[in-house]
């Protein structure tokens, strides 16, 4: 099924509604899509028969999407202040998915997410329309990659643009939050962004709140282009969320160097673990330069579950962790301050240089960890 957005019916008087925005297919038998996110799960199971479950379940997202699909993209772009590149794109609806969505192509999951056993039901009210909204802000934010003008340029390479999930995350999320403040009301909003599912699914929120929420105030007249442009690039937030910088060696190769005691110098995780009471797997040092610090976690940190799955050791943490990255992000459930939480570990690009420069480079495959097991 095909379901382009109708004629709007709600309409507020502080946009003008006269930008460009791209046609949008609501796309629920993408079959093919589904399968290849889940290869191993469809062979004994039918894709055709969750899509199926889909298109019987959308009802009140095409309702929402029908009557407020394209006055969302109006208010995303106004306050924004970057236009559409694209003509036209698909929301492809799907049964599951690994992480709560995807903007490129923009994926929504309707069923459940995580891995081959999902973790948890998505919720479908105000939370589910918050989630449409930062997925569609985060690929909003993407067109000026697509720009050459100088504004775009501007935009692109500020560092509060890196697509790292404290920075150019952290803006997605506040042009979704004001669009949904503006298109549900504020209370709820706020609610929805002050649940438990956004708790879990959004690694950068204390940052956010901390330096954004209730700091930054978009609007069409002061549009976040404009309030990016205006933040330098040596501000508190900037140095706050600054990924980790890796450095080169000696000789030159690219491998990063670790001085910390415990640590490979050559896993790309950098972490090592020590064992508590009852056989938990802690972290006891990290190093704030590779993948498991810029992913949001700390020292002091207990890992309970990878992947829906609870990590038995050492090994096995390591193993699971670099598994979930081969297929793209995996959950991780961990506890800190005697308080359960979860982040999505994916993939990060390291910058190499210093702040002003723009070159990144992704970390090595680690073997060392799978081969000697020393510590990562």
Not at 33 to 47: G, P
Not at 80 to 88: D, P
Not at 91 to 96: A, T
Not at 123 to 144: G, H, S, V, Y
Request: aromatic content about 10%.
């Amino acid at each position: 099924m095909a379901v382009t957005a109708l004629t709007q019916q709600t309409y507020y008087t502080l946009f003008k509604y006269n930008s460009y925005i791209p046609v949008v297919t609501i796309n629920d038998r993408a079959v093919a899509l589904q399968q290849a996110v889940y290869d191993d799960l469809y062979k004994s199971r039918s894709a055709e028969k969750d899509l199926e479950w889909v298109a019987q379940s959308d009802t009140d997202f095409v309702r929402f999407w029908n009557q407020k699909g394209d006055t969302l993209l109006y208010i995303l772009t106004e306050l924004a202040g970057i236009q559409w590149r694209e003509a036209e794109f698909d929301i492809y609806l799907v049964r599951h998915f690994p992480t709560i969505g995807s903007p490129d192509p923009v994926v929504i999951p309707f069923g459940g997410i995580g891995p081959k056993e999902l973790l948890e039901e998505i919720p479908k009210d105000n939370r589910m329309i918050l989630n449409i909204a930062f997925q569609l802000a985060r690929r909003l934010l993407a067109q000026t990659d697509r720009s050459d003008d100088p504004t775009s340029y501007a935009l692109t390479h500020h560092p509060l643009m890196r697509q790292t999930p404290h920075r150019r995350d952290n803006l997605a999320m506040l042009l979704a939050l004001v669009t949904c403040q503006n298109m549900l009301g504020y209370d709820k909003a706020n609610e929805a962004f002050e649940s438990d599912f956004w708790d879990r699914h959004f690694p950068s929120k204390l940052i956010f709140e901390k330096y954004i929420m209730n700091k930054w105030v978009v609007r069409p007249e002061k549009n976040l282009a404009e309030l990016i442009l205006n933040e330098p690039r040596n501000s508190e937030l900037v140095q706050a969320t600054r990924p980790p910088i890796p450095r080169r060696a000696a000789s030159g190769d690219g491998q990063p160097i670790s001085q910390i005691a415990g640590i490979s110098p050559t896993g790309k995780l950098g972490f090592s673990i020590r064992y508590e009471s009852g056989n938990a797997l802690v972290i006891d040092t990290i190093d704030a330069n590779r993948l498991a610090y810029a992913n949001g976690l700390r020292s002091g940190d207990q890992i309970r579950r990878v992947g829906g799955k609870t990590v038995r050791s050492y090994r096995d943490l390591i193993e699971k962790l670099l598994s979930g990255l081969e297929r793209g992000s995996t959950p991780v459930e961990f506890v800190r301050d005697n308080k359960v939480n979860m982040l999505t570990f994916q993939p990060i690009l390291l910058p190499i240089y210093e702040e002003n420069d723009l070159y990144f480079e992704e970390m090595e495959e680690d073997s060392a960890a799978l081969g000697e097991m020393g510590p990562e």
